[in-house]
């Protein structure tokens, strides 16, 4: 296959003049694609549902039911039958995809999460925007790095551009973007990605600007400065906040893995259960305040609430059936994020405090904004555990500067009580769920002095083994597990291998599976005289023991040695 002319001159460029122009594209490309999104989201909630608000009750509960019923089924389907990694936000994908799979993300995950999560989001699903934003955008720079020929082993520049520039474009929210990616997907404030990363959000956030304009999300008015009253309640507004966030993360993910033992119901039909109980409830509340603040993002609600005011009683309303419409959708396999949602858990319960406190204490319209405000930061610090993230997002969201100090103490309330009421934060719970652990390894600079470490450096010690070979023992471990291969282990020791593949179908045949011999190393041995053995071996994987024959300690993979090299080459060249 010929090459064009343009794409052969860029791939003769020398390497920072490559890398600066790559980044561009993929800057240009993530935001088109995230506010492609945004606009088809939002064009076709405004077209059906708001729309269909305009009517009277009866066509009104009617026609949302069909809607959200037809769009839920719809998207069970998309993400049973063509990519289940395109469930949910798509961050904790990402978060895989990158530390796992230098940043490779198929073009599947594009087209799936973006069709289902306009017509998750459009259809009223109580779901943010953000997360899919973010994967889309990732996915389409790091297909976009294989198209311009990028090897597999180096995506994951690509993949951090391109989502930081989703998240700008999707939030309009340059600085927010460049700390969400490097707390929360890669995990390093100092990550030598900080320069195309920030490159890539201030494109995205251009591509916003040129298309959609340079307002904020969320308009304010001017704030004053912030009364000592404000101050003392500040940290009770970010305690519940934080209580509200953890309990969301909790009974959110409880229900998602209790809903992959429901044997039957089809995977594709649970969104739809989901969906009806977000309608149910959004249409108790709409007969009640006229307000649709539970379908969707609810951003039309929340922005009234903070540039009008709510009464506490009402904002109380919509948090309570706000919350649970979004454990229904997310925890029953919706596509969609969890940013809008967490925004406006804690932007009305910031409401219904200062409409509590305010009957002793009374506060002026601009207080009660602060504390909604402070609300929306440390909800979503809470769940995402970024508390630099939190305060900048709102920042940006609200352009007012005034807020800082507020959104500062605010935080450091909600991650002292996040972080003891959850040991991890939304994303990393997902991943221990399903049966992942990232391994983020920083080796010696110097190449060689690290292929002689010894092999236990990059070894997973924590492996998962099977006991028992009976149909229920190995169904169990396929189910929690995605791994390609386990170890067999019998009376503590290991010696042989048992594929997925054939796992899978000695289950499905009612006999014993075929076990595969392994090899294996001691933890003294050095990465350098492993990694032949490694290559060779039919599962890539060696097992770690104390011995010929003895106690299996670990194993190491192909894939941890790729990872871990390529990290030590990277870091060799900083």
């Keep these: 296959m010929a090459v064009p002319r343009w794409l052969s001159r860029v791939r003769s460029l020398p390497p920072r003049s490559r890398d600066l122009l790559l980044t561009c594209l993929y800057g240009l490309a993530a935001g088109g694609i995230s506010v492609a999104f945004q606009f088809c989201s939002g064009g076709f909630y405004n077209l059906a549902l708001v729309r269909l608000s305009h009517a009277s009750f009866p066509v009104f509960a009617g026609g949302t039911f069909l809607l959200m019923m037809a769009t839920m089924l719809l998207v069970g389907f998309l993400l049973n039958a063509f990519c289940p990694d395109a469930a949910g936000s798509g961050i904790p994908q990402l978060k895989l995809a990158f530390w796992k799979d230098f940043g490779v993300v198929p073009w599947r995950v594009v087209w799936v999460k973006f069709v289902a999560g306009v017509l998750s ?18 996915a389409t720079a790091s297909c976009m790095a294989g198209w311009l020929g990028e090897p597999k082993h180096n995506r994951r520049p690509a993949a951090a551009a391109g989502a930081a520039a989703g998240l700008a474009a999707a939030f309009n929210t340059p600085l927010a973007a460049v700390t969400f990616v490097l707390e929360e997907v890669i995990g390093d404030l100092n990550s030598r990605f900080l320069g195309s990363i920030l490159l890539a959000s201030v494109i995205g956030a251009f591509v916003v600007h040129g298309l959609v304009g340079p307002q904020p999300a969320f308009q304010l008015s001017a704030l004053s400065a912030t009364s000592w009253r404000v101050y003392l ?99 029953c396999g919706g596509c969609g994020g969890i940013f809008s949602p967490t925004l406006f858990f804690g932007g009305m319960a910031g409401l219904f405090l200062g409409g509590l406190a305010d009957q002793a204490l009374p506060l002026t319209g601009v207080e009660h904004t602060t504390l909604a405000v402070v609300g929306m930061s440390c909800c979503l610090g809470a769940v995402v555990r ?44 997902i991943l221990q769920n399903d049966g992942h652990e990232l391994e983020r390894l920083m080796p010696p600079r110097d190449l060689r002095s690290w292929q002689h470490l010894p092999v236990s450096t990059i070894a997973n010690f924590r492996p998962v083994v099977v006991e028992q070979l009976d149909p229920e023992s190995l169904t169990a471990v396929a189910k929690a597990h995605p791994y390609r291969c386990f170890p067999v282990l019998h009376e503590g020791k290991a010696s042989r291998m048992l594929f997925r593949d054939e796992l899978l179908k000695a289950v499905a045949e009612g006999r014993a599976p075929k076990l595969e011999a392994a090899a294996s190393v001691i933890p003294s041995q050095s990465i350098r005289e492993v990694q032949t053995r490694l ?12 011995g010929p024959g003895g106690r299996l300690l670990g194993i190491v993979t192909l894939h941890d040695l790729l990872r871990a090299e390529l990290a030590a080459a990277e870091r060799a060249t900083e």
């Excluded at 109580?126 to 990732?138: D, F, H, K, T, W």
């Design 386 to 429: 970024a508390p630099v993230t939190g305060i900048l997002i709102v920042f940006e969201l609200t352009h007012e500067f005034s807020l800082v100090p507020a959104l500062m103490l605010g935080a450091l309330v909600s991650q002292t009580i996040s972080r003891r009421l959850c040991r991890l934060n939304f994303y990393d719970t």
């Design 121 to 138: 989001l459009g259809g009223g699903a109580s779901l943010g925007r953000e997360g899919p934003s973010v994967q889309i955008a990732s």
């Design 535 to 546: 290559i060779e071996s039919p599962s890539g994987t060696v097992l770690l023991t104390d």
């Design 233 to 331: 309640l500040i940290p009770v507004v970010a305690a519940v906040a934080s209580i509200i966030g953890a309990w969301f993360q909790k009974w959110a993910l409880g229900l998602r893995s209790r809903q992959r033992q429901w044997q039957r119901i089809p995977g594709w039909c649970r969104p739809a259960l989901g969906g009806a109980v977000a309608w149910a409830l959004g249409i108790l509340v709409f007969r009640s305040t006229g307000r649709l603040g539970v379908f969707s993002l609810g951003y039309g609600d929340l922005s009234d609430a903070l540039a009008n005011g709510l009464s506490w009683k009402l904002a109380g309303i919509l948090l309570l059936a706000k919350f649970a419409a979004t454990i229904a959708c997310y925890g």
